[in-house]
């Protein structure tokens, strides 16, 4: 997982890497991580693929409001002021909570700060998958606060989906007084304990003083190395403690800092590039651990012509409508990216962890290739794939090393990469098997409105999406252009995401059009973030593809269960000919303007009324349920598994 660190505060001693290689040394400086750099200096950066078109980025570079303190050095003030000054003092400008008993404290001390917002979103789930979205559309770590008890287990979710993508995320949860833990108290839950092994870690404030110190570490252990979300429980006592803060007390990660990966070695960067030079089919595949390095992956590509495969969680690293793009890859990739990898003879790997659903049968996959991986995660290299050369590191780092190596070895002409017959080779392969889809009359084919949105927004908008059919086509048929221009839950796979994303993605891209493109079973399970999205007055456009089913679980009954219904109807199974329920009606409830299209002849209307409308507004597309998200490998299948034909309208 590539991450780079910005400091806006100068480093003392730059860290500098010299290629004995050249007759001429030259000095390289790499990403660099300072253990003594304060959280307010740090966060992951969001570069522009295209540096040209800054109309539509998702900057993370916002400009820092100065703290100002509100209490005198030497004057007492309750913990939960502490809490609120420390996330003052790490640049946090908006949090999402919902308030409670034990966490009303915080709360009330929010109210007193002059810098951070905070967006009430109307359920726990939404509020933190709001914070992901967030931070995946600025790559500055997203922040939510909630209650203890059913409050604090209603982040479980979102924490898990954080841990799986790697988004850098904390959460703050009130906790029952100290002397009641352990008592079974009124919404007491030991959330700690719930959510050990799905952070990457937690900490119980038992002492109002370790306030600043766990703050700053938790900031510091979210953004740094693999990224992650990181959970910190605070008695309600603690939060009404006085204190005089000592913001000067150091953190205390000795064995985790020593842990943090090194700059990759010479001898690593240049075995590299010997297998690339020795290779005649080489392919990269690409994962959200480059999402952080876009300008020095399209550096290397330029410099080598090698085709690019991207996971769920890569989209938009590198440019999908690039001619060296074979979009996405796996069990809903393109027929020719999963071609690539199967005949590829190298595979370069680069921030990916070689996930089921992009391998299928692990024995199969790239079974002709030599392996190169790259990951800032030690747990994930030779996991599931055992590599040839691996190097456990920042992948911006080591693409930075590759590239200054590779522009020396090529002005020294001492390489020369030629992989235009591999390339030519793919190209017939994009012919063969182009991305496609059919029509019946006038009814409005999914993929069809995901072509006609990318078409209108000219691939600028950010997307977010629930879980599904939905999100398939989205990522198959959008072309997304940059990175954390893309929002969806890969890992866990969690229903609902898509419309609290939005929320998060909006607060971070304020000027930025966002799109939740949603199932109806997806939509909603957070359908309530209506009421957030209507007072918060965000220019958040939602695009239902309503089939009144759960898509692509009868796409598998259609396939494999001979198309035996099993509870996948999500209309009135009294009165199947009317739309039910009524997401228009929803929609007015909250004052958001919306309208349903039927027909594929009103379908681009429909959207351009959509995305010219100010603000909020939602779009109910109807389309046909016996659609199935194709090319698609079967679980646990390989690249000769693949299936490119029918739909639920064919028995099997």
């Known amino acids: 997982m590539a991450l780079h660190l910005c400091l806006l505060?100068?480093?003392?001693?730059?860290d500098f890497l010299f290629f004995s290689s050249y007759k001429t040394l030259k000095p390289h400086s790499f990403s660099k991580i300072s253990k003594k750099t304060p959280p307010c200096h740090i966060f992951i950066t969001n570069t522009l693929t295209d540096p040209t078109n800054t109309s539509s980025a998702t900057s993370a570079a916002v400009p820092f409001k100065p703290h100002v303190p509100r209490f005198a050095p030497d004057q007492p003030r309750k913990g939960a002021d502490v809490l609120v000054e420390a996330l003052e003092r790490a640049c946090v400008d908006v949090v999402f909570a919902y308030p409670g008993g034990a966490s009303m404290e915080i709360h009330q001390a929010l109210t007193r700060s002059t810098t951070i917002r905070n967006v009430l979103c109307r359920h726990e789930q939404g509020e933190i998958f709001a914070a992901e979205g967030y931070a995946r559309a600025s790559g500055r770590p997203g922040v939510c606060i909630a209650t203890s008890g059913p409050g604090a287990t209603n982040l479980v979710s979102g924490l898990a989906d954080a841990l799986l993508d790697s988004i850098p995320l904390v959460a703050i949860t009130g906790q029952v007084p100290r002397r009641m833990i352990g008592t079974d108290a009124f919404q007491e839950t030991p959330i700690v304990e719930v959510t050990r092994s799905i952070t990457k870690h937690n900490y119980l404030v038992l002492d109002v003083e370790d306030i600043p110190r766990v703050v700053e570490e938790a900031f510091f252990l979210a953004t740094s190395g693999r990224p992650g979300p990181v959970l910190i429980d605070i008695p309600k006592d603690v939060q009404q403690q006085l204190v005089i803060p000592d913001w000067d007390r150091p953190m205390k990660l000795h064995g985790y800092l020593s842990r943090l990966p090194k700059l990759p070695e010479l001898s690593q960067l240049e075995q590299i590039l010997r297998l690339v030079s020795e290779s005649k089919k080489p392919v990269l595949y690409v994962g959200g651990g480059c999402l952080n390095?876009?300008?020095?992956?399209?550096?290397?590509?330029?410099?080598?012509?090698?085709?690019?495969?991207?996971?769920?969680?890569?989209?938009?690293?590198?440019?999908?409508?690039?001619?060296?793009?074979?979009?996405?890859?796996?069990?809903?990739?393109?027929?020719?990216?999963?071609y690539a990898v199967d005949k590829a003879d190298l595979l370069l790997a680069f921030g990916v962890r070689f996930d089921d659903r992009v391998t299928g049968k692990l024995e199969t996959f790239a079974s002709r290739a030599k392996i190169v991986h790259i990951d800032i995660d030690p747990a994930e290299i030779g996991k599931n794939k055992q590599p040839h050369v691996s190097i456990c590191g920042d992948v911006k780092a080591a693409l930075e090393g590759l590239n200054f190596?590779?522009?020396?070895?090529?002005?020294?002409?001492?390489?020369?990469?030629?992989?235009?017959?591999?390339?030519?080779?793919?190209?017939?392969?994009?012919?063969?098997?182009?991305?496609?889809?059919?029509?019946?009359?006038?009814?409005?084919?999914?993929?069809?409105?995901?072509?006609?949105?990318?078409?209108?927004?000219?691939?600028?908008?950010?997307?977010?999406?629930?879980?599904?059919?939905?999100?398939?086509?989205?990522?198959?048929?959008?072309?997304?252009?940059?990175?954390?221009?893309?929002?969806?839950?890969?890992?866990?796979?969690?229903m609902g995401f898509g419309l609290p994303a939005a929320i998060g993605a909006a607060e971070a891209s304020p000027g930025t059009i966002v799109v939740d493109i949603d199932g109806d079973g997806s939509f909603i399970m957070n359908v309530q973030e209506l009421a957030t999205i209507c007072v918060e007055q965000l220019d958040v456009k939602i695009m239902i593809l309503n089939n009144q089913h759960l898509g692509m679980v009868v796409q598998w009954e259609d396939r494999f269960y001979k198309a035996n219904r099993a509870h996948t109807y999500l209309g009135n199974p009294d009165d199947e000919t009317k739309i039910f329920p009524n997401f228009l009606k929803f929609a007015e409830g909250c004052e958001i303007p919306a309208a349903?299209?039927?027909?594929?002849?009103?379908?681009?209307?429909?959207?351009?009324?959509?995305?010219?409308?100010?603000?909020?507004?939602?779009?109910?597309?109807?389309?046909?349920?016996?659609?199935?998200?194709?090319?698609?490998?079967p679980s646990g299948g390989a690249f000769r598994d693949v299936i490119i034909e029918g739909d639920g309208r064919t028995k099997y």
């Not at 505060?9 to 730059?14: A, E, I, N, Q, R």
């Open 9 to 14: 505060s100068k480093p003392s001693s730059p």
């Open 293 to 338: 390095s876009s300008p020095e992956l399209r550096q290397f590509v330029d410099l080598t012509g090698i085709p690019v495969a991207s996971t769920l969680m890569g989209l938009g690293a590198f440019p999908s409508s690039d001619e060296l793009s074979m979009r996405m890859l796996g069990m809903h990739g393109t027929v020719y990216a999963n």
């Open 405 to 494: 190596l590779l522009e020396g070895i090529k002005a020294a002409g001492k390489i020369n990469l030629d992989f235009s017959s591999w390339r030519e080779e793919l190209k017939e392969q994009k012919m063969k098997f182009p991305l496609s889809f059919k029509s019946f009359g006038d009814a409005i084919p999914p993929q069809y409105a995901i072509q006609v949105l990318d078409e209108l927004t000219n691939s600028n908008a950010i997307i977010t999406t629930g879980v599904g059919q939905h999100q398939m086509w989205a990522a198959q048929w959008y072309n997304f252009k940059r990175p954390r221009q893309w929002a969806t839950s890969s890992g866990l796979g969690a």
């Open 596 to 633: 349903r299209v039927t027909k594929k002849s009103e379908l681009r209307g429909a959207i351009q009324k959509m995305l010219e409308t100010p603000g909020p507004y939602l779009l109910d597309v109807l389309v046909p349920h016996q659609e199935h998200v194709l090319p698609m490998i």
